[in-house]
């Protein structure tokens, strides 16, 4: 497969690839599959109908991989797909996605993505998703993402997923659903920056319905310039069960941010936490770094940084 | 018989340098102020409150020499911590000149003071999400490459167990004690002329403290730079080759602990050790 030198900058930057990958893989090249890799023991089909693939992980599958990176370098496109991943039972694995644009044009483009996760028993799956835009100087065309994941975890299983957004994607809409059985549990990171008019909304449903079922959902963003950020979440707990959310953002400029969180304890026994910090960087922070020999830009850049880390 | 002939080598070798050091500060006045490696000059310092003008400090003149480790002392609310802090820079006087190393840095700011060699461990050590005591300790050190090994060199000198720490984030899931040592291990990191620690044992549990002379006790006995502590525990002025002691600020005395420590047992200059666990008991 030959790659030019946007798509493997793109690459390195949304799933830290230097080239091909190893294992099971997909990379899709603007809107269509460009190359494909099945395993023993993970099958990646196309969809039977519609855009997208279906990933199946048998029983058992542990120290695994599969990566399914999206490129995009044209302007003007709008790409729609959904990948399902059916997950065996006692698997242990880790799933790389994400999807990097590059517009070199002014016309906008687009890529919605629809994640869904079957995670069987007693499954333990780490997902890590990164998403990236970059524009050609002089262009106007704007860079869209709306990333929508739904999560559905058997008894015992364990998901973690963290899902970053850091350069050039001008609006987003992400949506996390997610569905956890009897001791199950869930955790979500997400981290996010915006700067100059870039918007970015994230909302995160965790149903809780089975006993000792945990979901912790995390996001950490940082609003500069005259960015927005909107955060919803809402925990609903249908069981004895564990539910924590956190929202904490930074304010750097003009930036905006609102945070929405919900928590719903349908059950007697559910305990919901949610704790939420939004503000400028503290000024003894920017002192603090200062007194190590950072100047106030690279105190900022500084906690910035280890904030989205 | 001559008086060179009198006196003994050594002696004589201690008139030629003191002849020499004299000669020396007349064809190079610049040079004479590191004689002191920090001067400050009738500083002053006010602040504009409910009733009016307040002043912090009135006219604070202090020469402290290379190498030796200070004691600043006195009752709550005379301007130690405001005077340590304007030394660092993070606040500015009102009035007067401090000089480092000979060098005017009354203008200076907070940065170029601390590249200039002068580290400060603050009273209430900063929280920060996401930074890792790592990464804490890489910063101060100035060395972007330096590796987990030399990191946990200084956390196991303030008496931390540095497997546990190293990734830790240093942010609410520290206790105040811990807090504390990983704020001096940032400071040690910097290897600076000029150390200052605003009040290290304020929050800490009794054994933390006990420890902590310990590291203060180890940093006088192996560090070349000066120091200066803000504190009014006896025994961290136990430790100290001289004593300032401020109030209502200004002066009150200074002089080597022998003079001024017996001076002071007893009062609000020289509170004991135990007091640290009445005070802080609940704390950890």
């Given at each position: 497969m030959q790659m030019d030198a946007i798509e493997k900058r793109i690459l390195e930057e949304v799933a830290e690839l230097h080239g091909m990958p190893q294992g099971a893989y997909n990379i899709r090249y603007n809107g269509e599959a460009q190359a494909r890799q099945s395993t023993k023991e993970i099958e990646i089909t196309p969809r039977a109908e519609g855009s997208g693939i279906d990933i199946r992980i048998k029983d058992g599958t542990v120290n695994q991989s599969c990566c399914i990176p999206v490129v995009i370098a044209k302007t003007g496109l709008k790409d729609v797909v959904t990948n399902d991943f059916y997950i065996g039972e006692n698997c242990d694995i880790v799933i790389v996605a994400g999807c990097g644009i590059h517009n070199c044009g002014d016309q906008d483009s687009q890529h919605d993505g629809l994640h869904r996760f079957y995670v069987g028993k007693n499954s333990k799956v780490k997902y890590v998703?990164?998403?990236?835009?970059?524009?050609d100087d002089g262009t106007r065309g704007g860079n869209i993402m709306n990333p929508l994941t739904e999560i559905y975890l058997e008894e015992g299983a364990q998901m973690e997923m963290e899902s970053t957004q850091i350069k050039g994607i001008d609006s987003t809409r992400r949506e996390m659903k997610a569905v956890v059985k009897e001791n199950a549990s869930l955790i979500i990171k997400e981290r996010l920056l915006t700067n100059g008019t870039q918007y970015a909304e994230s909302r995160m449903d965790a149903e809780l319905v089975g006993e000792n079922a945990s979901a912790n959902l995390i996001s950490r963003s940082v609003a500069t310039d005259q960015s927005k950020t909107t955060y919803y979440s809402n925990i609903v707990g249908k069981a004895p069960c564990h539910g924590h959310s956190e929202c904490d953002a930074i304010i750097i400029g003009e930036g905006k941010v609102l945070a929405v969180p919900a928590l719903d304890a349908a059950h007697p026994d559910a305990a919901l936490i949610h704790e939420a910090?939004?503000?400028?960087?503290?000024?003894?922070?920017?002192?603090?770094?200062?007194?190590?020999?950072l100047t106030e830009e690279e105190a900022e850049s500084a906690i910035v940084e280890g904030f989205l880390k | 018989m001559g008086f060179y002939a009198k006196i003994d080598a050594a002696r004589r070798r201690c008139i030629f340098f003191r002849s020499l050091k004299h000669f020396y500060k007349l064809i190079c006045p610049k040079e004479a102020g590191k004689e002191y490696m920090l001067e400050l000059k009738n500083i002053t310092y006010n602040v504009d409150d409910e009733?009016?003008?307040?002043?912090?400090?009135?006219?604070?003149?202090?020469?402290?020499?290379?190498?030796?480790?200070?004691?600043?002392?006195?009752p709550n609310g005379g301007g130690k911590s405001t005077l340590a802090k304007i030394i660092a820079g993070i606040y500015q006087p009102t009035g007067g000149q401090i000089l480092f190393d000979g060098e005017d840095i009354t203008e200076k700011g907070i940065t170029e003071r601390a590249r200039s060699g002068i580290s400060f461990a603050?009273?209430?050590?900063?929280?920060?999400k996401g930074i890792e005591v790592y990464d804490l300790l890489r910063l101060a050190s100035g060395d972007k490459d330096m590796t987990q090994g030399q990191a946990c060199q200084y956390l196991s000198e303030v008496g931390l167990c540095a497997r546990d720490y190293i990734n830790r984030e240093v942010d609410a899931s520290l206790s105040g004690g811990e807090l504390k040592?990983?704020?001096?291990?940032t400071v040690l990191a910097r290897k600076s002329k000029l150390s200052i620690f605003d009040e290290p044992e304020a929050g800490i549990d009794l054994w933390s403290f006990t420890n902590l002379i310990r590291v203060f006790e180890a940093i006088k006995e192996e560090t070349k730079g000066t120091i200066i502590i803000i504190s009014h525990q006896e025994r961290i002025l136990n430790i100290a080759d001289e004593i300032v002691v401020i109030e209502r600020g200004q002066i009150r005395r200074q002089g080597?602990?022998?003079?001024?420590?017996?001076?002071?047992?007893?009062?609000?200059?020289?509170?004991?050790?135990c007091h640290v666990q009445k005070e802080q008991g609940g704390m950890h």
């Open positions: 998703e990164r998403h990236y835009g970059e524009t910090a939004i503000g400028k960087i503290a000024g003894e922070q920017l002192v603090k770094l200062q007194t190590l020999g | 009733q009016g003008k307040k002043e912090i400090l009135n006219g604070v003149s202090l020469s402290i020499p290379d190498g030796k480790f200070v004691v600043i002392t006195g603050f009273q209430q050590p900063v929280r920060f040592r990983i704020e001096i291990a080597p602990k022998e003079e001024v420590l017996p001076e002071i047992l007893g009062s609000d200059s020289a509170v004991p050790g």
